[in-house]
């Protein structure tokens, strides 16, 4: 242990806007939030350091200094004053120190809390290291209501509706453009996964010359298929437009995750199941995601954009629960907000490096497997 660097960052002064946060444990979680803290510009928030027993601390890559053992936790609260306490101890090895984070801190106003709740704050995202059966079971907060779900559908409805009838000369106008430009159908249909992981058919205008050779499920391997009109039109997310018609079906709301690839699901739900790495067992997390119907937009859309490989699905997994934890109309109209901001901003246009697009694939091909795209995406 670096005693200097504990001492200097443990005993640093008070700021008067400064909160000093102390976190128990060393797990992946308490990693996660070092490291977003470490790297926010405008934070008023600092973790002056761990508390945990060594062997413990062995396994877990933190980028903060342990003070000292369980045991000697009074003792460090005592000498370091902090503001707040995160609890980010693992399920396999509970062992909170329960009356002294009663005596030490809750009876002097030292706030304590859950790591994964302050995570949540902290990145809009979900902590799936750390999400346990035990806390999804007995989770009040997880997932939507029935009157959150039955004004979602109605918002949604009237949305889609109102929309078509508004935008019509609009889709005419792209459905025109698409077909003048490059032969094949207007619309890109494809097999989804929607709610309670039910297939459905996804509309999209189609946005991709034919393939004429194999390639992989990835945007950045077609990027040269992504015609001058498609390229315009995934930038300003006109492409997504026909599913209005899917939310007046009933298969899409408004807002909700992106529904996946039906050919990438078995895929995607097998890496997921893997991804705790506390409880070392496997959870079904793509049953959460399918709690609620998929979206022409999405909190991950918003904050994550689009995926090019499966990490960066994992990563929009985290937004994706998120939203399916904190569903409500408040959250709803913040990313229908932000989604109208990106329209009218556009984003990185398709070929550059910093674009994370979706790309059309076709049904019944594996996730690593080359496509041979003989028809029109």
């Known amino acids: 242990m670096n005693h200097t660097r504990a001492v200097s960052t443990a005993f640093a002064p008070r ?11 060393t797990t992946p979680l308490a990693h996660e939030i070092t490291h977003h803290l470490e790297n926010r510009l405008l934070t008023r928030q600092i973790v002056i350091g761990i508390v945990d027993d060594p062997p413990a601390a062995a396994t877990g890559p933190v980028h903060c200094d342990l003070l000292g053992s369980l045991s000697d936790l009074s003792r460090i609260v005592d000498a370091v004053q902090p503001d707040r306490v995160l609890i980010a101890l693992g399920e396999r090895r509970r062992r909170t120190p329960v009356q002294v984070l009663v005596e030490s801190c809750v009876a002097r106003g030292i706030l304590v809390e859950d790591a994964s709740e302050f995570y949540e704050r902290l990145t809009g995202q979900l902590a799936i290291e750390s999400l346990t059966p035990t806390t999804l079971v007995f989770s009040r907060r997880f997932g939507p209501s029935r009157l959150q779900q039955r004004l979602s559908r109605t918002i949604s409805l009237l949305v889609a509706i109102i929309g078509l009838v508004l935008l019509a000369p609009l889709l005419a106008l792209i459905a025109v453009a698409v077909k003048l430009e490059s032969s094949g159908p207007v619309l890109f249909v494809h097999t989804r996964v929607g709610l309670h992981g039910r297939s459905f058919k996804l509309l999209k205008f189609r946005t991709m010359y034919t393939a ?3 390639r992989s499920e990835w945007e950045r391997d077609n990027r040269d298929r992504v015609t001058p009109v498609g390229r315009f039109l995934r930038a300003f997310r006109l492409d997504e437009l026909p599913q209005f018609v899917n939310v007046i ?13 039906a050919s990438n699901y078995e895929l995607f739900t097998l890496v997921a199941r893997n991804m ?3 409880t070392g067992g496997a959870i079904g997390y793509y049953t959460l995601r399918s709690m609620v119907r998929p ?10 954009r689009y995926a090019n490989d499966l990490e960066e699905e994992i990563q929009k997994l985290r937004y994706d629960l998120y939203y399916v934890k904190h569903v409500s109309t408040a959250l709803d109209l913040r990313i229908v907000f932000e989604t109208i901001l990106v329209m009218v901003k556009g984003h990185p246009a398709v070929g550059s490096r910093s674009s994370r697009q979706e790309v059309e694939r076709p049904a019944a091909v594996p996730l690593t497997a080359p496509v041979n795209r003989t028809q029109a995406a």
């Not at 400064?18 to 976190?23: A, F, G, M, P």
């Not at 079906?249 to 690839?261: D, I, Y």
Request: aromatic share 8%; proline share 10%.
């Open 15 to 25: 700021g008067r806007f400064r909160e000093r946060i102390l976190i128990i444990g």
């Open 212 to 214: 004429t050779s194999p």
């Open 249 to 261: 079906r009933g298969e899409m709301n408004l807002v909700g995750p992106r529904p996946h690839p």
């Open 276 to 278: 705790n790495e506390l």
């Open 295 to 304: 979206g022409i937009t999405g909190w991950a859309q918003v904050r994550y």
